[in-house]
């Protein structure tokens, strides 16, 4: 059944939400573009900024009818918020030590399964 992102009223959020979780999802795209880059240009902060900006894992239940479409999207979501917590609140002061971790097996799970529940993975 296909999904009804046309009536939310800001899917160019919700893309981007896609383009970020696909990169959040693939290992290889990150030690390729995070792990090489210098501690003062960091694409970590870019993703965190952008869930800053949206809110969509601070506050999921309130994007509803705006990036998320259903309560499986909330809830994948507040797992991937909780899981990506614990894995930047590990002392590190560089991206490639942060997804280095054993935490961050976790966050490229939680945005593999939130991808699914958007309807944009496999599972």
Do not use: Y
């Amino acid at each position: 059944m296909p999904r009804k992102t046309a009536n939310l009223q800001t899917p160019w959020i919700r893309a981007q939400l896609i383009d970020w979780l696909i990169r959040l999802s693939d290992r290889d795209w990150q030690e390729k573009n995070w792990m090489s880059r210098d501690q003062n240009n960091s694409g970590l902060d870019d993703v965190l900024d952008f869930f800053d900006d949206s809110g969509v894992l601070a506050e999921p239940r309130g994007r509803l009818g705006f990036v998320l479409i259903d309560e499986e999207e909330v809830a994948a979501m507040q797992a991937l918020n909780s899981v990506l917590d614990r894995a930047i609140s590990v002392p590190s002061s560089r991206d490639s030590e942060i997804i280095q971790t054993h935490f961050w097996d976790d966050v490229v799970t939680a945005a593999h399964g939130a991808l699914v529940a958007m309807g944009e993975g496999t599972c």
